[in-house]
């Protein structure tokens, strides 16, 4: 069994399938996909099918999808609607208008009950699954374990774990504790070229020299994994992350995909 993970793929269907292709997933594989399925992108609602139909995924709600449910709960809400057209609302609202409606109904109801945040462990290493990041100033526990993980995750506001930035990735320590014994936090939200000017400390220069983005671990124990797929075509890549040797699985977002 394989454990993945990739975040903000943002309607780029195409880089996607390919990366899966590439790693052919076994039936006791597992996927977790930490959100922005949506916007901007060509396809999303291609994307959300092909995210839906992973082996044992579990799939967390982005600040994109929270727009469009936002939005779609209050329709005669002019600043919700704008919030979510800003952000590249259109190719996902468009795609939910010419679905048929009892499947569009369905998809958008599956997104409403997604969760915003899980946990894996792999070996010996914990891992904390988010779609931004958390507030680090919260108290940690003493020792961590599954009831402990779930109480500090639990502990956080939704609003953070789906849209914090600065306050995250520019702190000068996470969660790993100084024997390095506690979780990594995996999310993405923030492209990581935006890290050069946020980030305490970063393992490599988040744009490589092919000119793409790639993911970028942040004092060892926070690991931004959004490759500006948002970016499209020159900078923009899907990353599909395996956490049992930490291979990451790149496709560039082609022109016109």
């Not at 039936?27 to 992108?41: A, S």
């Not at 996902?92 to 409606?101: I, R």
């Amino acid at each position: 069994m394989s454990t993945y993970v990739f975040s903000d793929v943002h309607g780029h269907r195409a880089p996607l399938e390919r990366a899966l292709e590439r790693i052919s997933p076994a039936e006791d594989d597992r996927f977790f996909c930490l959100g922005d399925m949506i916007d901007r992108g060509p396809d999303p609602i291609g994307v959300l099918r092909t995210v839906r139909a992973l082996p044992n995924v579990r799939v967390l709600m982005g600040n994109h999808e929270d727009l469009m449910i936002s939005c779609l709960n209050h329709p005669r809400d002019p600043l919700a609607t704008m919030n979510w057209g800003i952000n590249g609302g259109a190719a996902t609202s468009d795609g939910l208008a010419n679905m048929d409606l009892d499947e569009a109904n369905e998809l958008v109801d599956w997104v409403r009950g997604l969760p915003r945040w899980e946990q894996a462990v792999v070996g010996e290493r914990r891992y904390l699954l988010v779609h931004a990041g958390v507030r680090l100033s919260l108290p940690a526990p003493e020792s961590w374990d599954d009831e402990s993980a779930a109480a500090y995750l639990d502990a956080q506001d939704g609003e953070d774990l789906s849209w914090i930035r600065e306050e995250f990735w520019g702190s000068p320590r996470g969660l790993s504790g100084d024997d390095g014994s506690g979780p990594i936090v995996i999310a993405g939200h923030t492209p990581t070229p935006y890290l050069e000017h946020m980030a305490s400390s970063c393992d490599r220069a988040p744009v490589g020299k092919d000119g793409r983005a790639r993911m970028v671990r942040v004092g060892g124990d926070r690991w931004d994994i959004d490759c500006c797929a948002a970016g499209g075509y020159g900078l923009g890549q899907v990353l599909v992350l395996r956490l049992e040797d930490e291979e990451e699985f790149y496709e560039p977002v082609g022109e016109g995909e």
